[in-house]
Every structure is written in C-alpha cells, then in structure tokens.
C-alpha cells in the first residue's frame, strides 16, 4: 500500500521506499511508508530490510503461495492491491509444471527464473528426476514356450540359455540310456521329499534344468525317443550342420549315440558333401565339428581324412588354426595332429638342407656333371638359395619357427630352381650341361617330398581305434579299415 502524510515536505524528508520484484514480468511494485519524526530513517530502512521474503511464486500457474494480481490499472497513486501473498489463499491451478517445461541441468536440477530483477538469472531447485522408463524385456525376461513332446509328460526340462521347456515321459528318457536313468533317479530322491498332491490327486510337474545344451538339438533327440518321427529329418534330407554338430554333442553326452543309427549315416553324407564346397579354409569348411562328428559316430575313414587335412593346412594364418574353442576336441588328437606336423616339417627341411649340403661340400657334384666343369655346382647352389630366400625359406628355420602350413612348405620347396633362369634350349651348348644338373636336382628334392607326404604316420592310438570301433557298431558304420593296435 502506499500511504501520504499530511505534509508533503515532511513526506518527501522520510519517506522511504521498497522496491518488490515481480516474479513474472518486469512491472515493479513501489511500497512507501511515512515514519514519524521520532522515528530515524535508517531504523525503518533496516526494518524493512530484515522483513522474511515471500514465498516462491509457482512459475507456469496461479496456485498455491502465489501472488494474484486483482487489478493491473495504473493509477495516478501508483497503488496495486494483491490478494494475499504467501497465505495459499490464492486461486489457480495447484497442478506443479510438466517436466517438459522445466529445463533440466546434468545433476538433475530444474532451473526457475529468478525474481531478483528484470534480468533473466537461474537458481538451481532440487528436483528428482524420473527414471526412464523400462521396457518389458528388460524388466521381466518373458517366459520361453513350452513344448509338449508328450502331452501326459511328467517331467519338464528346461534347456539352453533361453531355458527352452519340453514336457516329456521320463521313463522314455531313463530307457534311452543309462545317464538318462541315473539322471533322473538322483533328481527323483532330491525332490521327492518337497512334492505335495494337487487337489486333483497327482504329482505336480517335475522340472530339471539342463542349461549347457543345446535345445534345438535337445528337441530332435526328444523326438527321436518319444517315437515323433514325422517331425525328424529323412535320412537323405539336408540338415544343417551345427544342427548335426550340436546333436552328435549331446548324444556323447548322454550315451545315446544308437538312437542315430537310422539316419546316422545319410545326415553324415549330406553333411561332409555341403562342407567341402563352402570355401578353402578349415573354418569355411567347418573342419573342426566335422571331426567331432566322425568321431561320435565312428566314422574312420572321415575321421582320418579330416584330421590328415588339419596336419596339412593348419598354419598360423586366419581360419586355418589348428584348435578352434569353439568345438569340442576328441581326447588327445589336436596333440599328436601337432606333434606329427613338427616331424613332417622337420623332415622337409632336412631333404632341402641335405641337397644344399651336398653342393655346399661339393661331394656329389663332379658325379652329377656330364663335362665336370667346375662352374656347375657354384651356380646350381646360388640359384637354390636364391630361390630359397625369395620364399622366405633361407637360411632355414628350425620347425617350431615355421608359420605356414605343411602344403605351403612343401610347395614352396618344389619351387626351389638350381639351374640359371635364363638357361633355355637356345643357349650354347656349353651351358647345356648346367641346364641338365638343375633339373636332376630338382627332380631329386621333388621325389624325396613325395616320399615323405605319401608315408604320413598314423595319428590315431590304440584308444582311438576302439572308441571309433564301439561308436561304429552303435551308429551303424561299417569299418573299412581294421583297427590297428
């Protein structure tokens, strides 16, 4: 309110004036007051200097704590009335601002104008920030289907990672092999103790997990024992082998590998013909699960081709390893795969360094030479080394040293020319007997690296013929070979 004394000179001596932002605009309300002539003007400053400040104005409404203006004329007094300020007596929505009106800092605060002037300065106002919402995949996992491999099942299993749930006779399962059966029989004693009767008088559902298998692979199995056969491959159609990979696993597993014996050996067929043509490599070529496959079926004769191909081809170079993690490994054999390409490449480098030995010594040169003349071996054994040193082969490297695999090195040994490139059948005929002493050489070294691929030792040990044989009568594959002991 604003209030005048009787005498305007007096009234201009101790006047004193408050200044009172608004909270949303730039309109100032001018509060005077008249103090007698006993009372100093520094004490009513400081009175109203120490007056408690309003509450905060809700910024997006009239609620609550806020000051309504009534009436916006300006008189000639100056004067503007309010309702009541800070009493909560005002009128207006009380619904607080949307969070998309307020702007938001990094730690949560959500910033309001000031009310100190007309300038536009932020104080931060502690708000809590909602929480994004969820979405329901990460809320709650959703429960994974359940399939009825029998409908009158009393056993569920939950299988894989995403606990996929088959509902199957568990007496069909402990028939199928012994594991199934012992199994069973301890998950019978744990929860025999905790099952109740349902009020229809039977046994609840029995659940056993099995999170490390596959559940595709756990489903044909399931189907095979449960006698489903309209919904397992035919013994000529395709099937994918990670598929076939994962069922060979799980038949090892559980000691089933019999109930394969109808379609054991056409899926293999199918198998091993698609992989050859997929690419070059021993990845590509899924060399590492098809030797798990022979294995578990007892396929020999594959079992052998596959793992003379991981003797030849493994190096160090991408997708031609000689382990893969990702595949399970038949006991013992990735160790005598190893311990045989270090006795190859062991016996390669030495068939090269004995014919450069032989020059180097000059032992069987003069022997070898139609005219004798002494420039045949000093240039029969420079061309080698130079060639040998093109493909990065000289001096020779101890076996452990070498990187590329065992067909790599023996093609880059063939390659090794002892006679003068620029030799040919219109050169002198001086030079002709060099052309002729190169070619023996050549010749010599290429029959000894056929010597030593066309003789491999086997890699297989006594315990691997027997397990391919046991596997063999059970999966319905012929031995074509008889076991070595």
Known sequence: ??????????????????????????????SASSSSSSTPASRRLSEIR?????????????????????????????????????????????????????????????????????????????????APATSRSTAAVAEAPKYYIDPDGDLCLEVGFAAAKFVVDSKVLARASPVWKKLLDTESRKTEAAAQTTPRGRKPERVLKLPDDNNSAMEIFLNIVHGRFDRVSGFDDFVYLVYFYSLCVLTHKYDVTRVLRPWAKGWSRTVHANCDRLGESLRTRFCHERLWIAWELGDQPTFEAIAKTLLLESSAEPGYNLKYVGAVEPPEIYANIKDTRLYIISSLLSAARKIIEGLIQNSEAPAQCPDGKPDCVPSMLGNAIRSLHGADLWPLPLPEDVQCSVSTLAKNLRLAAFGDA????????????????????????????????????????????????????????????????
Not at 4 to 26: K, W
């Open 1 to 30: 309110m604003v209030s005048h004394s009787n005498s305007e000179a007096s009234s201009s001596r101790s006047q004193s004036v408050h200044f009172t932002p608004s909270s949303a605009s730039t309109t100032h309300v001018f």
């Open 50 to 130: 120490h007056r408690p400040a309003p509450k905060r104005r809700n910024l997006f409404g009239t609620g609550s704590g806020d000051a309504t203006p009534t009436s916006t004329t300006t008189s000639t007094s100056a004067s503007t009335s309010f309702s009541q300020r800070g009493t909560g007596t005002g009128t207006g929505s009380t619904t607080p601002p949307t969070p998309a009106s307020v702007g938001r800092g990094r730690s949560g605060y959500a910033f309001y104008p000031s009310r100190a002037s007309s300038s536009r300065t932020f104080s931060p106002e502690k708000r809590e920030v909602p």
């Open 422 to 485: 620029a030799s040919s059948p219109a050169t002198t005929p001086s030079h002709t007997h060099t052309h002729t002493c190169s070619q023996r050489f050549e010749r010599v070294l290429g029959e000894m690296i056929d010597v030593i691929l066309n003789d491999l030792p086997s890699m297989l040990t006594k315990a691997h013929h027997v397990h391919l044989a046991d596997r063999a009568e059970k999966a319905g594959f012929v031995q074509t070979m008889a076991a070595k002991p």
